[in-house]
């Protein structure tokens, strides 16, 4: 073997990891309370734009770890997101990870209505939202209804009926991950969360990002509880 | 909405991705007949740094699809990846996604050996390797078993532990595809890899890669397949 291995203890790999990350980082200044987001989003993918292009909206780590703590659920975009998601992490909470994008009544709403699955699987959710939020015998959402955190890491399409649904009052999400990666109405997509200043937000600004990148982002959160 | 959206319909978006790429690369050459994964993986990440750092064996990519073509299996090392892999596509052909990471038997060997469940699932495919390739009546392989293909997105001790396994004559892959990403040993694991000529290999120089670019590659072969 002509290679030379470093030396590292299994458990202390992600460890190392984070160290030669914020080596790297030098005098990088992050957004206080951020860090270890940003540092795990450059762990997951090896690139370093993740310290440049996130944008947190004010207090979005508190709002996030309290949705969670209250028992949020999370909404993803695509089976690899839900994958990664550490799900047993999130039920210690009382929330689950949904994905609809198989689902055939999605499948069939997208074919009827010319939109994506995506879409369609937004749509999906506000249903979701509004069987559980709604007290059937009162006006308005129950204060105590756990909220759903959408955590998108490859369809823009997503987002942008996410903006509409919010814009029409359908919803009210207690976090967006926006981090769709792609080409087509990716940049986009994201500017237009970043236009909804009562929801809170974090965002790949530019086209990068990925279901990997969603699923790291939920992890963070998940392991900064204590 | 102050942002504007290119309008491109649903079943357009992934081949105006793949237009924008091909712009983007301009006059960038990339080995004949790998232009598809390559693209691919600029696809899943936004990220042209691909369009350097994948390195193609000799006649990978038709070893690839001959192997898929008589029934190889795959097997990964994240459940992200397992999730990713377009398994409908890889089942016309006869092959299956297997993910040993969350496996008990896995977790014990590991703890045993003091090695991470990464490298111990790769000793549990070389034993599933070893019992469906073996005609115990015979001395050596069955030449008409369907092989494995690996897809290594996380984990560099996996990549070790396959370069051992086969220098020990207990493993012979039809394909590795050696895309971890990190900061301990995925440098290292990576050019181990490519010591092994006789192992055809997809390989993302470096740190970069991920279990979507594992996914992805896998994707990338099953949709050359005519």
Redesign the interface.
């Known amino acids: 073997?002509?290679?030379?291995?470093?030396q590292?203890?299994?458990a202390e790999?992600e460890k190392?990891?984070f160290e030669?990350?914020t080596e790297e980082l030098g005098e990088k200044k992050l957004l206080p309370g951020t860090e270890l987001i940003v540092k795990r989003c450059i762990?997951?993918?090896?690139?370093f734009d993740y310290a440049d292009n996130l944008v947190f909206s004010d207090g979005v780590v508190e709002k996030a770890v309290q949705a969670i703590r209250s028992g949020a659920s999370i909404v993803t975009d695509?089976?690899?997101?839900?994958?990664?998601i550490n799900k047993k992490k999130l039920a210690e909470y009382g929330g689950q990870v949904y994905c609809f994008m198989s689902d055939e009544d999605v499948a069939e709403a997208?074919g009827k209505n010319?939109?994506?699955r995506a879409a369609a699987s937004m749509d999906k959710a506000a249903e979701m939202y509004r069987a559980s939020a709604h007290d059937p015998s009162e006006e308005g959402m129950r204060k105590d209804s756990p909220g759903l955190i959408f955590a998108i890491g490859n369809a823009p399409?997503a987002l942008?009926r996410l903006?509409e649904l919010i814009q029409e009052g359908k919803l009210q999400p207690e976090l967006i991950i926006a981090v769709p990666?792609?080409?087509?109405?990716?940049v986009?997509?994201k500017?237009?969360i970043l236009?909804l200043k009562d929801t809170p937000s974090i965002v790949a600004r530019?086209?990068?990002?990925?279901?990997?990148i969603a699923?790291c982002i939920c992890n963070a959160l998940l392991y900064m509880m204590k």
Chains 1, 2 share one sequence.
């Open positions: 073997m002509k290679t030379e291995l470093e590292v203890l299994p790999i190392r990891s030669i990350i762990h997951t993918s090896a690139d695509t089976q690899m997101a839900k994958a990664g997208a010319g939109t994506t399409t942008v903006y990666v792609g080409f087509v109405n990716v986009q997509s500017e237009m236009e530019g086209r990068k990002g990925g279901s990997n699923a």
